[in-house]
Protein backbone atom coordinates (compact mmCIF):
# COMPACT_ATOMS: atom_id res chain seq x y z
CA UNK A 1 0.00 0.00 0.00
CA UNK A 2 2.65 2.45 0.85
CA UNK A 3 4.59 2.08 -2.56
CA UNK A 4 1.14 2.60 -4.27
CA UNK A 5 0.78 5.55 -2.28
CA UNK A 6 4.10 6.95 -2.91
CA UNK A 7 3.66 7.34 -6.46
CA UNK A 8 0.21 8.76 -6.34
CA UNK A 9 -0.30 12.54 -7.42
CA UNK A 10 -0.84 15.14 -4.56
CA UNK A 11 -4.18 16.06 -3.75
CA UNK A 12 -5.72 18.44 -6.96
CA UNK A 13 -5.32 21.70 -4.96
CA UNK A 14 -4.22 24.69 -6.69
CA UNK A 15 -0.44 25.03 -6.32
CA UNK A 16 0.50 27.93 -5.24
CA UNK A 17 3.66 30.24 -3.14
CA UNK A 18 0.89 32.13 -0.45
CA UNK A 19 2.10 35.63 0.39
CA UNK A 20 2.12 36.14 3.85
CA UNK A 21 -1.01 37.23 4.33
CA UNK A 22 -2.60 34.28 3.07
CA UNK A 23 -0.55 31.92 5.12
CA UNK A 24 -1.40 34.04 8.24
CA UNK A 25 -5.33 33.54 6.86
CA UNK A 26 -4.54 29.80 6.71
CA UNK A 27 -3.05 29.69 10.01
CA UNK A 28 -6.15 31.38 11.46
CA UNK A 29 -8.37 29.08 10.07
CA UNK A 30 -6.49 25.78 11.39
CA UNK A 31 -6.81 27.93 14.63
CA UNK A 32 -10.37 28.09 14.29
CA UNK A 33 -10.85 24.49 14.32
CA UNK A 34 -13.39 23.66 16.72
CA UNK A 35 -15.98 20.30 17.75
CA UNK A 36 -18.41 21.50 15.03
CA UNK A 37 -16.07 21.99 12.12
CA UNK A 38 -16.95 19.94 9.36
CA UNK A 39 -13.94 17.73 7.66
CA UNK A 40 -13.40 15.32 5.16
CA UNK A 41 -10.59 13.90 3.50
CA UNK A 42 -9.63 15.53 0.09
CA UNK A 43 -9.81 12.42 -2.01
CA UNK A 44 -10.59 9.00 -1.21
CA UNK A 45 -7.03 7.86 -1.49
CA UNK A 46 -4.76 10.41 -0.27
CA UNK A 47 -4.17 8.67 3.36
CA UNK A 48 -3.28 4.93 4.80
CA UNK A 49 -3.60 3.47 7.97
CA UNK A 50 -0.86 1.64 9.11
CA UNK A 51 -1.16 -0.63 12.50
CA UNK A 52 1.69 -2.83 12.24
CA UNK A 53 3.60 -1.07 14.67
CA UNK A 54 2.44 -2.01 17.89
CA UNK A 55 1.22 1.01 20.04
CA UNK A 56 1.15 3.23 16.82
CA UNK A 57 -1.50 4.40 14.24
CA UNK A 58 0.60 5.54 11.22
CA UNK A 59 -0.43 7.49 8.68
CA UNK A 60 1.16 7.46 5.25
CA UNK A 61 -0.61 10.22 3.13
CA UNK A 62 -0.08 12.15 -0.20
CA UNK A 63 -0.26 15.77 0.76
CA UNK A 64 3.36 16.02 0.50
CA UNK A 65 4.22 14.20 -2.69
CA UNK A 66 5.66 16.44 -5.82
CA UNK A 67 3.73 16.51 -8.96
CA UNK A 68 7.03 14.42 -10.47
CA UNK A 69 6.47 10.58 -9.06
CA UNK A 70 8.34 9.93 -6.50
CA UNK A 71 10.30 13.17 -6.21
CA UNK A 72 9.65 13.03 -2.43
CA UNK A 73 9.32 10.88 0.23
CA UNK A 74 6.28 9.35 1.39
CA UNK A 75 4.97 11.56 4.32
CA UNK A 76 3.89 10.31 7.27
CA UNK A 77 2.39 11.04 10.59
CA UNK A 78 2.30 9.03 14.12
CA UNK A 79 -0.36 8.57 16.37
CA UNK A 80 -1.01 6.69 19.77
CA UNK A 81 -2.49 3.44 18.68
CA UNK A 82 -6.01 5.31 20.49
CA UNK A 83 -6.52 7.54 17.28
CA UNK A 84 -7.00 4.52 15.01
CA UNK A 85 -11.10 4.21 15.47
CA UNK A 86 -11.39 8.42 14.47
CA UNK A 87 -8.92 8.02 11.39
CA UNK A 88 -10.90 5.02 10.39
CA UNK A 89 -14.12 6.61 10.22
CA UNK A 90 -12.47 9.61 8.49
CA UNK A 91 -11.42 6.98 5.66
CA UNK A 92 -14.95 5.35 5.87
CA UNK A 93 -16.91 8.34 6.05
CA UNK A 94 -15.80 10.25 2.35
CA UNK A 95 -16.69 11.65 0.92
CA UNK A 96 -19.60 13.20 3.20
CA UNK A 97 -18.64 16.08 5.77
CA UNK A 98 -18.47 15.03 9.38
CA UNK A 99 -18.04 16.86 12.65
CA UNK A 100 -14.74 16.92 14.84
CA UNK A 101 -17.31 16.00 18.03
CA UNK A 102 -18.12 12.52 16.09
CA UNK A 103 -14.60 11.25 15.85
CA UNK A 104 -14.93 8.03 17.66
CA UNK A 105 -12.20 8.25 20.45
CA UNK A 106 -13.02 5.29 22.88
CA UNK A 107 -9.80 5.05 24.94
CA UNK A 108 -10.22 8.51 25.87
CA UNK A 109 -14.42 8.94 26.85
CA UNK A 110 -13.66 8.30 30.41
CA UNK A 111 -12.07 12.14 30.30
CA UNK A 112 -14.20 14.43 28.09
CA UNK A 113 -11.37 16.92 28.08
CA UNK A 114 -8.98 14.91 26.82
CA UNK A 115 -11.00 13.35 23.96
CA UNK A 116 -12.28 16.65 22.75
CA UNK A 117 -8.34 17.73 22.57
CA UNK A 118 -7.42 14.73 21.14
CA UNK A 119 -9.90 14.94 18.24
CA UNK A 120 -9.06 18.60 17.49
CA UNK A 121 -5.19 18.16 17.40
CA UNK A 122 -6.23 15.15 14.90
CA UNK A 123 -7.84 17.44 12.37
CA UNK A 124 -5.37 20.18 13.10
CA UNK A 125 -2.83 17.82 12.09
CA UNK A 126 -4.46 16.45 8.95
CA UNK A 127 -5.35 20.02 8.22
CA UNK A 128 -1.86 21.12 8.16
CA UNK A 129 -0.96 17.72 5.93
CA UNK A 130 -3.16 19.02 3.64
CA UNK A 131 -5.12 16.04 3.29
CA UNK A 132 -8.12 17.42 4.86
CA UNK A 133 -10.46 20.26 4.41
CA UNK A 134 -13.32 22.26 5.91
CA UNK A 135 -16.66 22.12 4.63
CA UNK A 136 -17.52 25.73 2.63
CA UNK A 137 -19.20 27.86 4.53
Do not use: W
Not at 5 to 20: F, G, I, M
Not at 46 to 56: A, F, K, M, T, Y
Not at 93 to 116: G, Q, R, T, W, Y
Request: charged share 25%.
Amino acid sequence: ARDVLSRRQPPSLPAQVLTEEEQQAKDDLIDAVGQDTQVRLVSAQCIRLDLSVPGEARVYHVGGNSPICMANPLSLLRFEIDFAPAIGHLIGSFPNFISAKSLPMPAFEHVPEDCDENRLVLVTTLMEAGVLEEKPQ
